[in-house]
């Protein structure tokens, strides 16, 4: 006999994905992993940082191409794709064409991106790739 149930989504707006993501300085009690550009390093950090309980993380970059590698790095991780490859050659288009449910499953996890004094430059480096 078949079961009517009813499925809820978030009993909140979904996370936009660039909406507060770029930040300066790391909000305090949130771990923080540095990516420098090795993909492998990413990789194996991402596999436990988007699976893991907890407020999820942040990955503090130089540059505005690190941004986008730690963005394809984590949807990568929660889809189960080639994280590396992702980072390595992020697909601009499929991130700009993640659903609103996708984008705040990233954001639950990937809750900042650390990037000093060039996060102004990060985030606008994010919004002319087609993200915002």
């Given at each position: 006999m078949p079961v009517d149930i009813a499925l809820l989504g978030p009993s909140r707006e979904p996370l936009d994905l660039l909406d507060g993501l770029v930040v300066a300085e790391p909000p305090e009690g949130l771990r923080v992993h540095g990516f420098d550009g090795d993909a492998h390093r990413l990789a194996e950090f991402l596999v436990w940082g988007v699976h893991d309980e907890g407020p999820g993380f942040a990955v503090a970059v130089s540059d505005?191409?690190?941004?986008?590698?730690?963005?394809?790095?984590?949807?990568?991780?929660?889809?189960?794709?080639?994280?590396?490859?992702?980072?390595?050659?992020?697909?601009?288009?499929?991130?700009?064409?993640?659903?609103?449910?996708?984008?705040?499953?990233?954001?639950e996890r990937l809750r900042n991106i650390v990037a000093g004094s060039a996060a102004d430059d990060v985030r606008a480096h994010l919004v002319a790739s087609g993200l915002g």
């Open positions: 505005g191409p690190a941004a986008l590698a730690v963005l394809a790095g984590v949807v990568a991780a929660l889809t189960g794709g080639d994280i590396e490859r992702a980072v390595a050659a992020p697909d601009v288009a499929r991130l700009a064409a993640l659903n609103p449910l996708a984008r705040d499953a990233a954001r």
